[in-house]
């Protein structure tokens, strides 16, 4: 398996512009996880999905952070408008299971950055 | 506030020397994990513990479950410049389906 596959690695965009972060999960995983991470604030959970719903997004910042699941294979998170303190690296796992003692495959992370 | 708490924050260490970094909480996890983060990359999962007072070896590392669930320890025998990078700490609870990371340590080791 080729693992989590996150696009793009990198992006870098102005502020106000939308932004689309891409993920595909492991196949067989049903549990979906977008995580944010900073040197303030660690990994943060932005929300995460099972079979495809999405179960908690009361971690996503606010309205402009949407997250979408149309099938088992594919997950995005959207950002409109972009602002410079969206500034992060933004990861994707995947879990089989709904119990945490699974554990997750992380991708290898987009980081973007806002100017 | 920090659920799970991780010390140190940092630490540098020689080649061959022996360390622990340490994963603190005032909650009750079911299970507890450890994972390594390399620059660039996401983290990987290490180990997962499960029964409070649990020791699990994996090569040179060797994890613990303290006995109330609540904390966790990783010690590394005679680490190596490839053992560098970000240790991060991450409960569960099952019925909360997700992981709560800790802060995590970033460790390097000088060849």
């Known amino acids: 398996d080729a693992g989590v596959i996150q696009s793009p690695r990198h992006e870098v965009t102005e502020m106000g512009q939308e932004v689309t972060l891409r993920c595909k999960p492991i196949?067989?995983?049903?549990?979906l996880f977008w995580y944010r991470q900073t040197m303030m604030r660690g990994l943060e959970l932005l929300i995460y999905?099972?079979?495809?719903?999405?179960?908690?997004d009361s971690g996503m910042p606010e309205d402009r952070f949407s997250a979408k699941m149309p099938n088992a294979s594919f997950s995005t998170l959207k950002i409109q408008p972009s602002e410079p303190r969206d500034s992060a690296v933004y990861f994707c796992?995947?879990?089989?299971?709904?119990?945490?003692?699974?554990?997750?495959?992380f991708g290898s992370g987009t980081r973007l950055t806002v100017v | 506030t920090q659920l799970l708490e991780q010390s140190p924050q940092f630490l540098s260490i020689q080649e061959g020397e022996n360390l622990t970094v340490y994963c603190n909480s005032s909650?009750?996890?079911?299970?507890l994990q450890w994972y390594r983060q390399e620059p660039g990359e996401g983290p990987v999962l290490l180990v997962t513990?499960?029964?409070?007072?649990e020791v699990k070896k994996l090569k040179r590392l060797t994890f613990q479950f303290g006995d109330a669930r609540k904390d966790s320890s990783l010690h590394i025998t005679a680490a190596q410049p490839g053992d560098t990078g970000l240790y991060l700490c991450?409960?569960?609870?099952?019925?909360?389906?997700?992981?709560?990371f800790g802060s995590g340590t970033q460790l390097t080791v000088l060849p």
């Open positions: 796992a995947s879990s089989f299971g709904t119990d945490p003692v699974y554990g997750y495959t």
């Open positions: 196949s067989g995983h049903n549990s």
């Open positions: 999905f099972n079979n495809n719903v999405p179960i908690d």
């Open positions: 909650s009750v996890f079911s299970s």
């Open positions: 513990v499960v029964t409070g007072g």
């Open positions: 991450a409960g569960g609870k099952g019925s909360a389906r997700q992981l709560t």
